[in-house]
Structures are given as structure tokens and as C-alpha cells.
């Protein structure tokens, strides 16, 4: 009998779960990012094993939200949470050691957990950057909030810990059918995994100089008879100061971030991509009720 099952990856914005979800599955799904609350939406990536499927979730960071697009996302977070079979709390060792048992970030997590009566495994993360001794302290700081099973100590950007913590992840699943081919690592549609793709390059190339008042949408979409696509897309800012930011002297910028993108997309869609981007300023591109859609976010969430 085969097993299959949703696991939610839950967190605080940055603490790794983007970069875990692509080192779980073998393949890129979800984009990284120096900034923390890249992940906007639900992005799944599918694993196939041992007569097993398991839905990866890369969740939206948890955090106290102030806009429209903070609140959905969270909603969202809590959502897939809801929705899922298990739940890994993915946690950043070096910041939780840093900012100790009162980080508020984190407390907002705990006690969302704690509302709903669900218990998470916990991945600390990024073990190479901490010692065992405070390794071992922490695990037990998890373990003594009552909300936790088990705590498994990993770095998703090596790989250290992660087949133990994916074999235990993938034998927790549900007897059940597949859900999804087994040659398919993602279900995101090509139109928002080109905009993900491109938005990584913005803040990969940007991180210091463009706030996290920026997106990217796929304009069009086209399937060429020669085999190749062309995406056009357009990256949308708040303001004429981060335009000229985005595009740099005589086009360099935009130029950079387009060869980036293509030579990514690509990769990942296995065949030629003609990209052509534009900027836009829009002041309000983060109140547009299709943006939400697009990503399946809530526009007036609970």
C-alpha cells in the first residue's frame, strides 16, 4: 500500500524553509532570497520514495502583520497548517539562540499551534553556525513547550540531517493513493514559477538597495513552435526612485536580473526561454485584488 500525505512547513519569515523544501525534493521549487518574507504563497514540492509521496508545503513566514498582503499571507500560513497531515516547524538555530524564548516572531507561532491543538516536528536549522552544547539546550527548549514531537537538527543547505528527517517524514504519511504524477516535483503553474524565478533575481542582485515593496507577474506565457517559450513579465515597484533603481544606469540592471532569469528558467522548464521584462511603478500593486488571486491568497482574509 502506497503512502501520501501534505506536510506544512512552518516558521518565521527566513528561518530556512524554502531552501529545506528545494533539499527534500532534489529539485528547485522554491525561490531563496537574502529577504525575509520571500515566500508569498503556497509552493509545494513533491517527493517520490520508498512507496511513499509526500506534498511538501513552503509556507508563508509567520509574523505580526501590518498590510493587506502581510495578513494574507499568514492566513495562508495557518491555512496550509490546518490543511496538512503533519507539520515541521522549521526554526533558524543561530537567530533562536540569539533572541532567546521571548523572540516574538516565534512566540506568535507557538501560540498559533498551541489555538488550533496541533503538535509540529521541529528542524533546527543551520546547525553548522552553532555549537552541540547549545544545540542540545535548544532542542530541549522546543521540547518543553508542549507543542513539539520531535526535534531533529539539520542544515538545509548542506544537507546534514535532512535524510534522517526525510525518511521519518515520509513514514508518518497516510496510507493513500498518489495525488500527483510521479515524475512531478511541483504543482505551481509555469506563469507564477517564471515570476518566482524572476522575483528571486530582483532581490538576489537588490537585496540592499530595493525594499520588499516589489513583484513580478507574468504578462504572457507563450508556447513557440521551435520548442521555446517566451515570457514577457513585469516587475512592478511603489515608487520612480526604485524603478531607476530596478532598470540602473542604461539598462544594466534590468539587463542582469533578465539574463539571470532566463538562464534559470531555462533550466528548470528544459528548454529555450526568450524573457523580456518591463517596469512599472505602482503604488498600490500590493491592493490588487487579481495579484491575490494569482497566488491564491485571500484579499479580505479572516
Known sequence: MTRCGFVALLGVPNAG??????????AKVAIVSPKVQTTRARVTGILVEDGAQAVFVDLPGVFAPKRRLDRAMVDTAWRGVEE???????????RALKRGAEDEEERIVLEGLAKRGLTAHVALNKIDLVSPHELLALAKRYADTGRIGEVFMISAATGSGCDALKRKLLAALPEGPFLYPEDEVSDMPARLLAAEVTREQVFRKLHKELPYASSVETVKFEER???S???????????????KIVIGAKGAMLKSIGQSARIELAKLLDRPVHLFLHVKVDPKWDERRDFF????????PK
Open 17 to 26: 524553509k524554502s531552501t529545506l523544501v528545494n533539499r527534500l525534493v532534489g
Open 229 to 243: 517559450a517566451r515570457v514577457e513579465q513585469t516587475i512592478h515597484v511603489a515608487r520612480e526612485g526604485q524603478r
Open 84 to 94: 496538512a497531515d503533519a507539520v515541521l516547524m522549521v526554526v533558524d538555530a543561530p
Open 225 to 227: 513552435e521551435d520548442g
Open 293 to 300: 488571486s494569482a497566488w491564491g491568497l485571500e484579499f479580505d
